[in-house]
């Protein structure tokens, strides 16, 4: 019998629509759609969701450094990187932990799937016994890992989350199974393990351009992870730095440094909807620029830092010269 149900909404005129997300009750799931009317525009449009995943958080601190803690420092890049996407017209970030609590690895990457993200970042820190081992890492899911380093996070993950494997092939029945779909949607996982792979690349390439982050590995690296199993979601895994390096924790303890990364992932992620555009979005009409709406406190040069621009081209682009700026005001920001 096919259990798969299709719901049709024959529209009048355009709208602007919220990727439909899922809230689970005792009794039931309900599916929810929000539709605004919208006369300025000429197409049904919709926000890209990005899901941001904070690592560890609560009782799991994560890796430990001298004065750092692996669960402050994903919160705190996070955080960032929900700014900027807030606050960028056409993206809407989803925050999967927003302050120090613990969230199970299955809820994260279901959590993701229940709000419709159409992206998953996972932001971690590492650690290691020599502290002469630095830099960042960008790492997508395969059984096998890529590299030792890959193999030993794996390792590390399980050790520290232990109760991962007994729930394997044991999760509630209202959920969508994602181990047992990797084999019945062979073909839709490979396509999404591709463009986990494009997605961390664009990361990647952003990472590299940062001046003040030494790169850990150099290409893309696979690794067990279980938080990024989803079957359909594009998904990598950062590892902004060892924080017990003195150089890393020093960089991911200011907020410059945290600053450099949330900068790398949002312009890792906004390339990748450049290349893989997702239909009734902003960016499915390949825009050369994108808009930011002001804030309260913000300033030229710290949006310039957000998007990797220079204050005279934002003041170019916007005809700023000898005028303020000031909340509610929204820019173009050419990327």
Do not use: C
Not at 40 to 59: M, T
Not at 127 to 146: M, N, Q, R
Not at 215 to 236: G, Q, T, Y
Request: no cysteine.
């Amino acid at each position: 019998m096919n259990e798969t149900v299709r719901v049709v909404i024959d529209l009048k005129g355009s709208v602007f629509w919220k990727k439909p997300w899922q809230v689970k009750h005792n009794d039931r799931v309900d599916l929810i759609l929000e539709i605004k009317r919208d006369k300025s525009i000429s197409k049904n449009l919709r926000d890209i969701i990005v899901a941001i995943d904070a690592g560890h958080g609560g009782k799991d601190p994560g890796a430990v450094g001298k004065n750092l803690l692996e669960k402050d420092v994903t919160l705190l890049i996070a955080k960032e990187l929900e700014r900027t996407l807030k606050n960028t017209t056409g993206y809407r970030p989803i925050m999967i932990r927003p302050d120090d609590r613990f969230v199970d690895l299955n809820d994260r990457y279901q959590n993701a799937r229940k709000s419709g993200a159409d992206l998953f970042v996972s932001i971690h820190a590492d650690a290691f016994s020599l502290s002469s081992v630095k830099g960042a890492s960008v790492y997508v899911w395969a059984e096998e890992a890529s590299s030792i380093t890959a193999d030993n996070l794996s390792k590390a993950e399980l050790t520290r989350n232990p109760a991962v494997k007994s729930k394997i092939g044991k999760l509630d029945v209202r959920d969508f199974d994602e181990d047992a779909a990797r084999t019945i949607f062979q073909i839709a996982y490979e396509a999404k393990i591709a463009n986990s792979v494009i997605l961390g690349e664009k990361i990647l390439e952003q990472l590299k351009r940062d001046p003040f982050t030494k790169m850990h590995k150099p290409n893309v690296e696979f690794a067990d992870f279980r938080v990024l199993k989803s079957i359909d979601i594009p998904s990598v895994l950062i590892e902004s730095g060892f924080i017990s390096n003195p150089d890393d924790a020093k960089r991911l303890e200011g907020k410059a440094g945290r600053r450099m990364i949330a900068r790398s992932i949002f312009l890792g992620v906004h390339n990748y909807f450049k290349e893989k555009p997702k239909p009734n979005t902003f960016m499915t009409s390949a825009p050369k620029s994108v808009e930011y709406e002001i804030q309260k406190g913000d300033v030229i040069s710290e949006i310039a830092i957000r998007f990797g621009v220079t204050i005279n081209e934002i003041i170019q682009w916007n005809d700023l010269n000898n005028k303020s700026i000031y909340p509610g005001q929204k820019i173009k920001i050419v990327i």
